[in-house]
Nanobody, 136 residues
Framework: EVQLVESGGGLVQAGGSLRLSCAASGFSFERFAIGWFRQAPGKEREGVSCITSTEESSVYADSVKGRFAISSDNAKNTVYLQMNSLKPDDTAVYYC?????????????????????????????WGQGAQVTVSS
């Protein structure tokens, strides 16, 4: 059974930092694309960042460029989202999602058609979400 479990959310003051983790199980970590999305109350789900198993492709939404960094630890089957210089507008439930079925090489499907630029339809499995709250 494929599982994605997010952790590391919480309450932080504006300007602070948090690191989210997405622990994956049930599929090979040799080939994947994992994306982070977020959804604030009353707003559309928004793509935030994405990384592939080759780490040749890692992308960010314009709203988080220069502040967030995505990375992976293949030995731990975990993808991280380091979030720095947090703003109240970053408050949302953050979800990780994985594409692992192939057979084509994994990519991060960014374009202009989706909020934040990341195509949610590309991903096969989703986590339950982690709440991030940034106070002003």
């Amino acid at each position: 059974e494929v599982q994605l479990v997010e952790s590391g959310g919480g309450l932080v003051q504006a300007g602070g930092s948090l690191r989210l983790s997405c622990a994956a199980s049930g599929f090979s970590f040799e080939r994947f694309a994992i994306g982070w999305f977020r959804q604030a109350p009353g707003k559309e789900r928004e793509g935030v960042s994405c990384i592939t198993s080759t780490e040749e492709s890692s992308v960010y939404a314009d709203s988080v460029k220069g502040r967030f960094a995505i990375s992976s630890d293949n030995a731990k089957n975990t993808v991280y989202l380091q979030m720095n210089s947090l703003k109240p507008d970053d408050t949302a439930v953050y979800y990780c999602a994985a594409e692992f079925k192939g057979p084509l090489p994994p990519v991060c499907p960014f374009g202009n058609s989706w909020p934040g630029g990341l195509n949610p339809l590309y991903f096969d499995s989703w986590g339950q979400g982690a709440q991030v709250t940034v106070s002003s």
